[in-house]
């Protein structure tokens, strides 16, 4: 099969530079005595012609889905814009924007939190902001877990004087903790954005009030 007779060939430069930092790379791992750390974090150097050909296929359907999650997005935007008081996350470029999620915000987390527990009840799953992880409030992060006790990054007097946790990011958290809404997919219909824009609508002033 010509994809396995392509795999014999020598590796490019690229591959190879990759494979070349690994190794460094696992061998100060492997000094530091954490081998099982080492095979972890380069277990993710290697693409094979499979795997490139599956990326390929994916990147061609880019353009529609980004087109067509824009129009779910779109429709359920212009189907809660004239709701009294309605605060929408801020959105710096709404032309631009991807459309995954359109998310209200609310005057505390309970009124959030009552906005998710009726909108289930409505059959219309929702959730707060997700996708990326907040950081500081990690456990690794907040207690500066790093491979080995002498690795030198919070070994210095700035790296001491660093501190992590719920304190140091306070307004990001508070955000994150008032805005909930729903997720959308690009293969959503139009009966499916109205069902979502129904229960917006009726849910969103009973809480928010």
Same mark, same amino acid.
């Given at each position: 099969?010509?994809?396995?007779?392509?795999?014999?060939?020598?590796?490019?430069?690229?591959?190879?530079? @990759?494979?070349?930092?690994?190794?460094?790379?696992?061998?100060?791992?492997?000094?530091?005595?954490?081998?099982?750390?080492?095979?972890?974090?380069?277990?993710? #150097? %290697?693409?094979?012609?499979?795997?490139?050909?599956?990326?390929?296929?994916?990147?061609?359907?880019?353009?529609?889905?980004?087109?067509?999650? %824009?129009?779910?997005? %779109?429709?359920?935007?212009?189907?809660?814009? =004239?709701?009294?008081?309605?605060?929408?996350?801020?959105?710096? =470029?709404?032309?631009?924007? @991807?459309?995954?999620?359109?998310?209200?915000? #609310?005057?505390?987390?309970?009124?959030?939190?009552?906005? @998710?527990?009726?909108?289930?009840?409505?059959?219309?799953?929702?959730?707060?902001?997700?996708?990326?992880?907040?950081?500081?409030?990690?456990?690794?992060?907040?207690?500066?877990?790093?491979?080995?006790?002498?690795?030198?990054?919070?070994?210095?007097?700035?790296?001491?004087?660093?501190?992590?946790?719920?304190?140091?990011?306070?307004?990001?958290? =508070?955000?994150?903790?008032? #805005?909930?809404?729903?997720?959308?997919?690009?293969?959503?219909?139009?009966? =499916?954005?109205?069902?979502?824009?129904?229960?917006?609508?009726?849910?969103?002033?009973?809480?928010?009030?």
């Amino acid at each position: 099969m010509r994809p396995l007779q392509a795999a014999q060939r020598p590796p490019s430069r690229s591959v190879a530079s @990759l494979r070349q930092r690994a190794v460094s790379r696992r061998k100060v791992l492997q000094r530091a005595d954490h081998q099982a750390q080492a095979r972890a974090l380069l277990s993710n #150097f %290697r693409m094979n012609e499979f795997t490139g050909a599956v990326l390929v296929a994916q990147v061609r359907k880019l353009d529609r889905v980004a087109s067509d999650i %824009r129009a779910v997005a %779109r429709r359920v935007y212009e189907g809660i814009a =004239d709701l009294p008081g309605l605060k929408l996350r801020h959105r710096p =470029d709404p032309a631009g924007e @991807l459309g995954v999620g359109v998310y209200l915000g #609310f005057a505390s987390k309970e009124k959030r939190d009552g906005f @998710l527990a009726a909108m289930k009840s409505e059959n219309v799953p929702c959730s707060p902001p997700s996708g990326s992880a907040v950081l500081p409030v990690q456990k690794y992060a907040e207690e500066k877990l790093t491979v080995h006790p002498a690795w030198p990054t919070f070994n210095s007097p700035r790296g001491k004087a660093i501190q992590y946790g719920a304190k140091s990011c306070p307004r990001t958290l =508070d955000v994150l903790n008032r #805005f909930g809404g729903v997720a959308l997919d690009p293969k959503y219909t139009v009966s =499916d954005t109205r069902d979502i824009v129904a229960a917006i609508r009726k849910v969103y002033p009973k809480v928010a009030g």
